[in-house]
């Protein structure tokens, strides 16, 4: 079966409808055991299933048969691999109390994981691994899987803390005051981005911490050198007139959680910058697929894709996905 990753428009979302619940792309390398983790927390937390799942692939060459010599089905012999990295998982979880599902496809690994997310609440996987899963710096199915997928995808980094303070139930949710980190920049994609954000902030009870990017022009000022006195005027008023757009998002998203904590801060930077210092103190780090230069393509858009690489813990990407709370959003003026 060839899976294939392409969609177009929003992507209709609606979470008790998704029986897969948390999906997680597991090859038995250590950035997918961390990602396990990650993801048994993340069912626990939502009260859901989660999914454990596997990938394998049938060469295409075809081996002409030698007399004397057994026959033997590739196929077979991939499934049963493909098997005992299951049960590596099923090692791994047999403590876990929550309800899993465990099982093997065959397809690439990136395709098979976007098919099932249309199935599911939440993607994750590590962010390398062996090749199967996850074969790059980054990744493979790191870089592919937030592209396309139809539902909102966690990358979880090797530095991924899974110890906790209850060594009886180590896969207890980690309990932390660190806010939940979401990069704005006022298009309707990026509010769907602010919204999920919004949710894991007020399920984990902390502070939801929203920034907006304020790109430097220092750069004009090498070829514009007549600029220079009124750089820092124009950067004032360009901030403030952010940090008021800005505001006016954290008040229509107050409406839709009144009793959530949300923090805004505009700062002077390039936006992969400030969003990785940013990172540094937040316990996820929330971003839209696409941006307001995205329009028009399926891939993740720079920001994104920087942020992926440079944020210091877990990375969450959530794609063009329907919201019905986007009805009252505001206009965005700056």
Known sequence: ????????????????????????????????????????????????????????????????????????SEEKLKQEVAESVLEEARGYLKDYPGEVSYRSAKGDAAGVLVDLSGSAQLAVVGA???????????????TALPSHAKCPTVIV????????????????????????????????????????????????????????A??????????????????????QRRQRELENALEAEATWLRGHLPELDIITSVEIGDPVTVLTRASTSAQLTVVGTHGRRSVGTLLMGSVSRGVLLSAKGPVMV???????????????TS
Request: glycine fraction near 10%; hydrophobic fraction near 45%; charge should be neutral.
């Open 1 to 72: 079966m060839e899976h294939g990753v392409q969609h177009t428009g929003s992507i209709p979302f609606e979470a008790r409808s998704r029986d897969l619940g948390v999906l997680i792309g597991f090859d038995g390398s250590e950035h997918s055991v961390l990602a396990l983790h990650y993801a048994a927390r993340a069912a626990r937390r939502r009260g859901t299933r989660l999914t454990v799942v596997t990938a394998f692939t049938i060469g295409a060459m075809a081996h002409a048969r030698l007399v004397g010599v057994p026959e033997f």
């Open 128 to 142: 390398r691994g062996r090749g199967g899963f996850l074969g790059r710096v980054l990744g493979s199915v790191a």
């Open 214 to 235: 304020l790109p430097p022009v220092e750069g004009a000022l090498v070829w514009y050198p007549e600029l220079a006195p009124t750089h820092a005027v124009y950067t």
């Open 157 to 212: 980094p090797r530095g991924y803390r899974m110890e906790n303070d209850d060594a009886a139930d180590p896969f207890a949710p980690l309990e932390s005051s660190k806010p939940v980190l979401v990069g704005v920049e006022g298009s309707a994609y990026s509010r769907v981005a602010a919204l999920h954000a919004a949710d894991v902030a007020a399920a984990r009870s902390v502070s939801l911490h929203m920034v907006m």
């Open 318 to 332: 959530v794609p063009r996905l329907k919201e019905e709370r986007l009805a009252d959003q505001p206009h965005f």
